[in-house]
């Protein structure tokens, strides 16, 4: 981050890493995650410290690109017949390690999260992914993403 000018984004989007690790453990442990955790990170153990955030952000994000492949390589499609608005279709028909931003991403990832859901549901399940991916959520997987394809050869 510091080498390659990112640290003041980094620090912006995830928080200030010279922040005590082993006092922030122990305030995690003992006092647990703010209330409004879900506003600002994808995990509760993210709301410990910086480093968490990010290491909970970006394993997060490879936990998207991943199941999207996987499901483009199965040619899943998500078609619900509910909401006949066509806001929750999704066709995976393209290489997640690709995608050019993050909202495409995200685009095709909550259509089969919602799809996931609602079938571990039928099936007497707790939800497949119980993640929610509020706005500074998204914002912290762009920077990973961007983080990505920073390194990726042209």
Not at 24 to 41: E, R
Not at 64 to 74: N, Y
Not at 103 to 117: C, G, K, S, Y
Request: hydrophobic share 40%; net charge negative.
């Amino acid at each position: 981050m510091r080498d390659e000018g990112r640290l003041e984004l980094f620090r912006a989007t995830f928080g200030d890493d010279r922040a005590d690790y082993g006092q922030a453990l122990q305030t995690h442990y003992g006092s647990g995650p703010p209330a409004d955790w879900q506003d600002g990170s994808v995990s509760r153990y993210a709301t410990t410290h910086a480093w968490e955030d990010f290491a909970e952000t970006w394993a997060h994000y490879l936990h998207i690109v991943d199941t999207l492949e996987m499901a483009q390589a199965f040619g899943l499609q998500v078609h619900p017949t509910l909401g006949q608005s066509g806001g929750l279709e999704a066709v995976f028909d393209f290489d997640p390690y690709r995608a050019g931003t993050v909202a495409e991403l995200i685009e095709a990832w909550l259509p089969l999260t919602f799809a996931l859901n609602s079938l571990g549901g039928c099936l007497g399940l707790s939800d497949i992914y119980p993640f929610i991916l509020s706005p500074a959520v998204i914002s912290k997987l762009a920077f990973v993403h961007d983080l990505v394809h920073a390194q990726r050869p042209t």
